[in-house]
């Protein structure tokens, strides 16, 4: 196996991940293999776009039509008649 070596971390975030290490009952080393096989291996739902996103959610509640993705459009913001 590989071995990767990750310098100038810094000290909060090493105190956080021997936190989750240990809130997990295992080492630290252990924590950032977990990390990176995640990273590496997660579900495309957790990469879903937002209005993909919001649709599955609200499906269950009567939810029918598609939502556009806003990527690349601008947004105005709204009047608020001040």
Do not use: C
Request: hydrophobic share 50%; aromatic share 2%.
């Amino acid at each position: 196996m590989a071995q990767v070596v990750v310098r100038n971390i810094e000290d909060a975030v090493k105190a956080g991940l021997k936190a989750r290490a240990s809130a997990h009952g295992w080492s630290m080393e252990e924590e950032v293999r977990q990390i990176l096989r995640r990273a590496l291996t997660d579900d495309a739902p957790a990469r879903a776009l937002l209005g993909s996103r919001i649709a599955a959610r609200f499906a269950r509640s009567g939810l029918t039509q598609a939502l556009p993705e806003l990527r690349g459009h601008a947004v105005n913001p709204m009047d608020l008649g001040a």
